[in-house]
């Protein structure tokens, strides 16, 4: 019965007034793993209306606040990561007034002259950075902390956790972290250069356009008068949603190739998170946290008879109780009728094909929503963990949005 609602479609084809994933706002932040905005805009556009509450328990960059915004919807975002806090106020800006080249400009004046520094509370910094660099960083830092913020200080904070990856020996190629060789040596070559003067560059440029996004955001919604709300570095499972919602559209965590808070651990860092405060988010990242329950669907009671190694299993377990805890925490808010849309592959594990599609449409059928469409999109889009070795390299030939119907 299920087979006949998949539909084989291109979200790039069915939005076409969207022409660059990267547009406006959305390419502010790199994040793995994005949505495409042609899918949340898709399902904007069919399962909701002109104001209407949308939610995205798995937020990430915030695709869906965007998105949202940008079509009249109001939105509320949750995700385990606290970049979510830095990103939707730039991301997402609602004041309309138009921002000054001339004053983000002059406050880039004030940072290149500032004396103040600041350190991070990272045992191990020393390990990614030459002393020098650590040194020219820190003191952009200091600035940045010892300033009243504005938007032009959030501005130019956005360009420095850019700069403070490139000018650093992490990789700042890919979003994981990681000491490559080839960084190495390029940062051995460049301290050879005038690499102060470049990295002043690189935060006045990246600032400066930066801007030009916010402002060209802030003309497109000029008489737009919705709401995004948001919570960063907060578990979703368990997060008190205390209202009514008419719609909720995600992309959960992949089953196996995440690590979002190591791979943010740098940025964390500099914006003065611990070890122990990131050592406490990572805890409770999907799926590496143990399962409070089994759930039990009969795709997802195959895979388990299929799969030998007890550590996958685990995994597997994990990934489905807490994923299914964070959007069931969440649907439990959507009005009667309202749809769940929900972006997600097919990945392998252990050679083993998980449709995790169909096990969450198996619980939720179970559950009390109704199934109303699967729609398969065959074009690979989103830019994985880059350098990581891809444990699933025929696994996410397809994505699909699932689309449930509450009852
Ligand atoms: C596929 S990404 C979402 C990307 C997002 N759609 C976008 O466009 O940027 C999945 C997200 O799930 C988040 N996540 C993992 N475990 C979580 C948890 N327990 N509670 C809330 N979010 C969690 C990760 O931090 C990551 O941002």
């Known amino acids: 019965m299920t087979h006949k609602r998949i539909q084989l479609i291109s979200f790039r084809e069915l939005v076409p007034e969207i022409k660059d ?15 495409i905005p042609h899918v949340v805009r898709y399902a904007l556009k069919s399962f909701t209306k002109e104001d209407d509450w949308v939610v995205d328990p798995f937020a990430g960059s915030g695709t869906v606040g965007v998105e949202a915004y940008l079509c009249k919807r109001n939105a ?36 290149e002259s500032s004396e103040d520094c600041y350190t991070p509370a990272w045992s191990n910094i020393a390990y990614w950075y030459p002393p020098e660099m650590l040194e020219a960083v820190s003191r952009y830092w200091g600035f940045i902390k010892n300033s009243d913020r504005t938007i032009y200080t959030s501005i130019i904070e956005s360009a420095l956790l850019k700069a403070s990856k490139h000018f650093s020996y992490a990789e700042h190629r890919t979003p994981k972290l990681f000491r490559s060789k080839s960084k190495l040596k390029y940062v ?68 196996q190739a995440q690590e979002y808070m190591r791979t943010v651990k740098m940025e964390l860092f500099w914006l003065g998170y611990n070890d122990e405060q990131i050592r406490g988010l990572s805890r409770l990242e999907i799926p590496y946290r143990k399962a409070d329950r089994i759930v039990q669907t009969p795709s997802l009671d195959k895979v388990r008879a299929e799969l030998t190694r007890q550590d996958l299993l685990q995994l597997l377990d994990s990934y489905f109780c807490h994923t ?34 169909r096990i969450l449409m198996e619980y939720f059928v179970g559950n009390g929503y109704f199934f109303e469409n699967l729609y398969e999109d065959r074009i690979k889009n989103r830019q994985l963990f880059g350098t990581r070795k891809n444990k699933n390299p025929d696994g996410m030939k397809s994505e699909f949005l699932l689309v449930l119907r509450k009852g």
């Open 324 to 357: 299914i805890n964070a959007l069931e925490n969440a649907m439990n808010q959507l009005k009667p009728n309202a749809r769940a849309c929900i972006f997600i592959g097919n990945p392998l594990i252990d050679g083993i094909k998980v449709e995790i599609w």
């Open 76 to 111: 509320f975002l949750l995700d385990l990561n606290p970049l979510l806090n830095y990103m939707i106020p730039l991301k997402v800006r609602t004041e309309k007034e138009r921002l000054s080249e001339e004053s983000l400009s002059q406050t880039l004046d004030n940072l």
């Open 21 to 35: 994933t990267g547009y406006l706002t959305h390419s502010i932040f790199y994040y793995p793993a994005k949505f």
């Open 188 to 255: 051995e070559e460049l301290l050879q250069t005038d690499w102060s003067e470049k990295l002043g560059k690189m935060i006045r440029s990246r600032s400066l356009e930066t801007l030009r996004n916010l402002n060209d955001f802030a003309a497109v919604t000029n008489q737009h008068q919705n709401r995004v709300e948001f919570e960063g570095g907060v578990d979703s499972s368990y997060y008190p949603l205390q209202r009514d919602l008419d719609a909720l559209i995600t992309s959960p965590p992949y089953l």
